[in-house]
C-alpha cells in the first residue's frame, strides 16, 4: 500500500470514529432529555392527585362546616386554577414554571387555610373520612416534594451534561437547551410565625 492510501485509511476510520463518538453523546442526551421530562410527568401526576383528593376534602368539611364556604369557595377556585395551568415539558420557561408554581402555591395556601379551620371542630377532626383524607393529602404533599427534588437533580445533571466539554459541542449542534428548577416560593427561606 502507499502512503496516500495509509492516510486516506486513517481519516476515514478518525471520521467514523469521530461520528460514532458523536452519536454516542447525542443519544446520551437525548436520554437525559426524556429523563427530566419523564420526571415531569411524575412531579405532575403527584398534584392531579393532590387536585383528585381534595373534593372529598371539601365535602368532608363541607358536612361539618358549612359556614366556612368562604375557605371552602377559595379551595375549589384554587383548585380550578391549579389544574388549568399546565407545562409542555419541551417548552418550560422560567416565566411558565413560576407561574406553574404560582398556582400550586395558591393551592397550597387555601389548603393550609382549610386544615386550619378543622380546629375549630372536634368532631370533624375525629372523623374517619378526614382522618384518612388527611392523611392521603400530607403523604402526597411528601411525594410532591420528592418528585420536585428529583427533577431538579436530573435537570441539574441534564444541564451540567450540556455544558462539559465536548458534550457541549453535540448539545449546542442539536440544540439541547437548559432545563429550569423548581424553586422556592418567595419568603419560605422565612420560618413561619406560629402562635397560640
Known sequence: MNRKTIISIAVVGLLVITALWGVSKYNGLVNNDEAVSGQWANVENQYQRRADLIP????????YAAHESETLEGVIAARAKATQVTIDPDKMTPEKLQ??????????????????????????????????????????ENRIST?????????????ASIRRFPTNIIASMTGFEKRNYFEAEEGSEKAPEVKF
Do not use: C, H, W
Not at 56 to 63: C, P, Q, S
Not at 147 to 159: A, C, G, P, V, Y
Open 99 to 140: 407561574q406553574y408554581q404560582a398556582a400550586q402555591g395558591e393551592l397550597s395556601s387555601a389548603l393550609g387555610k382549610l386544615l386550619m379551620i378543622t380546629e375549630n371542630y372536634p368532631d370533624l377532626k375525629a372523623n374517619q373520612n378526614f382522618i384518612e383524607l388527611q392523611a392521603q393529602l400530607e403523604g402526597t
Open 56 to 63: 372529598n376534602l371539601v365535602a368532608t368539611v363541607k358536612g
Open 147 to 159: 418528585e420536585r427534588t428529583k427533577f431538579n437533580d436530573l435537570s441539574k445533571e441534564f444541564n
